[in-house]
């Protein structure tokens, strides 16, 4: 899966010279939380998101009267308080090499270039919604959590016990285990009741850690 594939796109843009409580007022309208900054070409050239509208202000703003600090307000422009060093990727970017420089970088979207042009943006909502996907979130079905030996065939092994039952996996994932010799696994599982699932499961591995069932959110 690349970046490409669950991109928003086309992408709500701002100009350097928009006036922050536009800006605000657009990405409210918009229900956004992030506005790629872009030059008259077109040209990514920053990123601002609300918490940096929001936290804006002008200097000395304590000693200002109401109306004076709204003035002052209304003349800062987004190119005063954006991000001008954004990281970003490209289409082809696989989405966890994505979530990766996300999570390393602290940061909740990366805007998608294609030949220095904006064509989309990736944020911490588009991942969301892929995680959703891999758990089978929206399927009904019987949700196991396994542990089992980190070792050739355990995979297999686990999806050979349910076809025999006549069920059908609709998601599974893996993570690190108790130790470095083992794997979590979870699976979700259609066709086949719980205690059922749970006694074949049962002697093919090291141990059940959670069985339920599951409907749709």
Known sequence: MFVSERMTHP???AH???PIQDALALMRQENIRRLPV???RGRLVGMVSDRDLLHASPSDATSLS???LNYLLSKIT???IMTKEVISVTGDTPIEEAARIMADSKIGGLPVLKDNELIGIITETDLFKIFLELL???EAGVRATVLVPDVPGELAKLTTTIRNLGG???AMVQALGASSENRMVTIKVA???LEVLREALDPVVIEIIDLRSTKPG
């Open 11 to 13: 992408v709500i843009t």
């Open 168 to 170: 059908n996996v609709v």
């Open 136 to 138: 089978g979130a929206r």
């Open 78 to 80: 987004i190119d005063q």
């Open 66 to 68: 109401v109306w004076e």
């Open 38 to 40: 872009v030059d008259s």
């Open 191 to 193: 066709g086949v009741d």
């Open 16 to 18: 350097p010279d928009l």
